[in-house]
């Protein structure tokens, strides 16, 4: 099939990345737009910017007969949907294929396989990959206890029915297991109604490490190297690196084909990124599939110089990949950081404003992919990410540095973001070291949050020279007066 | 001329002066001449002060002037004193509820004239994908509901007022 017109059913930076290659690939393109949003770059560059309704703007992003039915009134033959909100929505693909609109990803049966956490394990380890070894209690209740008494301790006992990190409890010892147990069970039954539980392996200290993957679906796979992504904040990344420093060439080749055969395993098609839990002990294990383009993606492009979405738009398009794998090389290093809308002093609070002051850094190296334009208004209508910037350099260090100096100059006035605290995570010497786990932002958060040097009377002399009127309220006292100057009124 | 700034949550007091030839900054602990000039780019200025040059960024918002200095970017709210003044005043019975987060109203329990009782559910609203229920702080009369369904708002907004208490 051919593609001539793409509508990209997203919004913010990746609205706009999308909507740049699919210019550059002749392709028109389209982009929504809800009542209450603001105008951002891609409603600038998109050809064509339809009105959606829905009670929020998030409502409206998600509302599949409404988008779908959108693409088919603007005669849209595909649909890219970015990375969130419909992305990984079975439901939606499947609408798509039966209004005869293609979707720029994999097929529903595979986003619903790799949806569903538990299917998805068990698929994995079914086709004889790495996952945590585990026991499940349903599999046989009678022998529980003595299937996880031989995953070797230290143990993670969760809920069956659980999430968020409720109910769930770490055993060290064998002679704490079975009253571990017995509490889970209570805790499972008072927390959701359902005392069931499965046993993993708890990996101390670990780092997230994923590959990045792209499929024709036609049974070829490559993969475009792995990302570390331990830096996270709430659960979420905020820096993302490639290659990841832990990895050895071996290990790094050992841990890409493994990824790569988990996709040729459901013979993908797309681009996607499988997430693995990485021990410090070198060993690692399949977390999830995600079945979309990755936030992060950027850093990948930088180091192997392929563009991402160009290679999903020729999926989509029939075409297929448009390298082999030894022909995706890894040049270099690249860091990615989540410029966000928060106070990192304050939990991570997401904040509002207007935007009035923006310049972005730009030179050598540099990337930036935003959402934001200069006099825009940032509200909690959406995720508080508000760009990414993105450097690469000839290795780790000179990265580090170019980001450093990159997010330092990354100017923008009138909302709190979290760019001071990229740039101290950035400097602390374990960032530097490459000795980092996913816990490393909640175990440093003094270190991160620390108040720099005071500069205050720097800023209060700023504040005041810059406030009109009490410049021009101290000019007009006479003379006299301004002589006797101090504190008396 | 007096001026009460809010710097990383602590307030300090400055006096602006001039002395004929050029601006003087008194605070409590000394005072140094500066001066801010502009250098061209947008909200560019050079700050003169110490005999030492400063390059910064600034902008004036309506209650916070934005400076980025250094590589950092700072908030200076500017604190008008009769302000902090009524604001002591007019929490000190519990009659405005302020946003303890920027986020959006989820519904609304109560139009102004109801009658409510402390712990009264008023309004629920959505910040950070967690929805919170605020209650009322005392018995009272609702005043003024701000905002209805759908509304979002700012950190400090007030999304509750009961009249003032009786004496």
Known sequence: MTISKLLVANRGEIAARVVRTAKARGLATAVLRHVAEQEGPAHLIADEVVMIDGPTPVAAYLDIPQIVATAKKIDADAVHPGYGFLSENAGFVAALEEAGVTFVGPTSEVIDLMGDKVRARAFVEKRGFPVAPSAIEDDDPATFVERARTLGYPLLIKPSAGGGGKGMRIVREDSTLETEIETAHREGQRYFGDGRLFVERYIERPRHIEVQVMGDGQGNVVHFWERECSIQRRFQKIIEETPSPALSPEQRDEICETAAGIARAVNYRGAGTVEFIYAQDGAFYFLEMNTRLQVEHPVTEMVTGFDLVAEQLRIAAGEGLSAAQADIPQTGHSIELRICAEDATADFRPAIGDILLLDEPHGEGIRVDSGIRDSGKVTTDFDPMLSKLIVHGPDRAQAIARARNAVQNYVILGVTTNTGYLDAILAHPDFASGDVSTGFLAEQADVLTAPGEDVSTLLMAAAALSDQRLVTDVMQIPEMHRKMGGWRN | ?167
Not at chain 2, 6 to 32: K, Q, Y
Not at chain 2, 50 to 77: C, Q, Y
């Open chain 2, 1 to 167: 001329m007096r001026r009460i700034f809010m710097i990383a949550g602590h307030e300090a007091e400055c006096w602006l002066t001039h002395d004929g030839s050029r601006f003087v900054l008194n605070m409590p602990d000394g005072a140094v001449p500066c001066q801010l000039v502009p250098t061209g780019a947008p909200g560019a200025y050079v700050l003169r002060t110490g005999g030492r040059a400063h390059e910064l960024r600034l902008a004036v918002g309506p209650e916070s002037t934005f400076i980025h200095l250094n590589g950092s970017t700072f908030e200076v709210g500017r604190v008008n004193p009769d302000d902090r003044l009524a604001g002591r005043e007019g929490t000190a019975g519990g009659d405005r509820l302020l946003a303890p987060m920027p986020g959006v109203v989820v519904s609304v329990a109560v139009k102004p004239g109801d009658a409510v009782t402390e712990g009264q559910p008023l309004l629920v609203i959505e910040s950070m994908k967690l929805e919170t229920t605020l209650t009322a702080p005392r018995d009272g009369v609702v005043a003024e509901m701000p905002f209805t369904a759908g509304d979002s708002f700012g950190l400090k907004a007030v999304l509750a007022q009961l009249t003032p208490q009786e004496e």
